[in-house]
């Protein structure tokens, strides 16, 4: 391996800080020097968390969305999707389902419901929190007013995934309809952020026109951004979207950057994605292997999980089903880890991992 590339991968390690043209080096870097990258961020993860993987009940609560982002399936421009929302009920079912399989976090997620929803999304926030106080509330239902993201947190919820998906303000206007502004998203992120949410961000490794200077500045704006949780998975065409012709992205360059946000970023919650795991039959453990600590089993009603498609074959049975928990406790067993059930929240409370990090490196 270079001594270039495993110094940089060390001083990451230590200082949780590189510049540009090292980010750049380790995204490109060959496969042995990946592995050894990787091979220390899976070190750190086991020093913070152990070999315990968080995990969250994703309840899809609709496909029903008013944007029409270029590479998604449930872009409203869309037209063989067919339209749900879950209603009231079928979400506390969905939850209490979860609940009794040991689930202490939910993630509602969904497209961009209608503005005057809000109320009703917070209704079902204060039911959730009322029901289950013992349990985490995230929510990832896209870009609203700082007042609706004020409103949810107020009813209860804790957490927002708001991927960024792309901090060039130039490859955000490929993938997204020019009434789309990256302003307006990174304005939401800091909204949230102010209102106190655990606050997600990330992207989709490998979209269409995306460039290794584009990652760079995604993990800049990440190292600046401080998120409690990074949300990256690969991107995945959909045969009805104007993207759909465009390649996959790779579990390579995906598990690096899981490396890469691990070493930066010891404490952050890094989901191993459906997305990765969809793209390669050994996604969720390789994801793992690379430092991710949380997975998000799907507690949707089975019979409406086909119609959030937001991109060709996506999984939504077996291990990544709530009710395939079984099979995902075996395969995580398969390279030692196991399901911690708490809530998971973003503690930053290991003062000691800093000083164990310089002395192991002394
Ligand atoms: N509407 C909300 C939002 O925009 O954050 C939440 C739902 S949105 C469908 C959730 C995430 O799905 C997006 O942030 C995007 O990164 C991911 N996604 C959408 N289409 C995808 C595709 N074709 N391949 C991989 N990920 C995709």
């Not at 913070?48 to 994703?58: P, Q, S």
């Not at 509602?108 to 106080?133: H, N």
């Amino acid at each position: 391996m270079s001594q270039a590339i495993s110094t940089l991968v060390d001083t990451l390690r230590v200082t949780h800080h590189l510049d540009g043209d090292a980010y750049a080096a380790l995204l490109t870097c060959g496969d042995d020097e990946a592995e050894s990258l990787r091979r220390q961020a899976r070190e750190v993860a086991q020093q913070v968390f152990g070999h315990a993987i968080f995990v969250r009940g994703l309840v899809e609560l609709t496909n029903v969305c008013r944007n029409d982002c270029l590479y998604c399936g449930i872009r409203r421009s869309n037209t063989a999707v067919s339209r749900y929302t879950l209603t009231r009920e079928q979400v506390m079912a969905s939850c209490g389902q979860g609940y009794r399989l040991g689930f202490r976090t939910f993630v509602l997620q969904g497209g961009e419901l209608p503005r005057a929803r809000a109320q009703w999304v917070a209704d079902i926030v204060a039911d959730i929190r009322s029901t289950w106080p013992d349990c985490a509330i995230t929510l990832s239902l896209g870009e609203w007013p700082r007042e609706a993201y004020a409103l949810w947190r107020q009813a209860g919820a804790d957490r927002y995934l708001l991927r960024h998906e792309t901090h060039n303000a130039l490859h955000y206007a490929c993938l997204h309809p020019s009434e789309m502004s990256q302003a307006n998203r990174l304005q939401c992120l800091d909204h949230l952020k102010a209102l106190g949410y655990q606050v997600g961000t990330g992207i989709m490794v490998g979209s269409p026109g995306q460039t290794v200077a584009h990652l760079v500045e995604d993990i800049q704006y990440i190292e600046q951004l401080r998120p409690h949780m990074v949300g990256l998975g690969p991107f995945v065409p959909q045969h009805d979207t104007p993207l759909g012709h465009h390649p996959q992205g790779s579990a390579d360059l995906t598990t690096r950057l899981y490396a890469i946000f691990r070493l930066m970023m010891p404490h952050a919650l890094i989901p191993s994605t459906t997305a990765l795991n969809t793209i390669h039959p050994q996604g969720r453990l390789l994801g793992i292997q690379a430092g991710a600590n949380v997975v998000m089993p799907n507690l949707s009603p089975p019979d409406m999980r086909a119609h959030y498609a937001l991109y060709d074959g996506k999984a939504a049975t077996a291990a990544e089903a709530a009710e395939g928990i079984e099979q995902l406790e075996t395969q995580l067993a398969t390279i030692g880890y196991h399901i911690d059930w708490s809530r998971g929240d973003y503690r930053n409370d290991n003062e000691s991992l800093v000083t164990q990090n310089k002395a192991s490196k002394a």
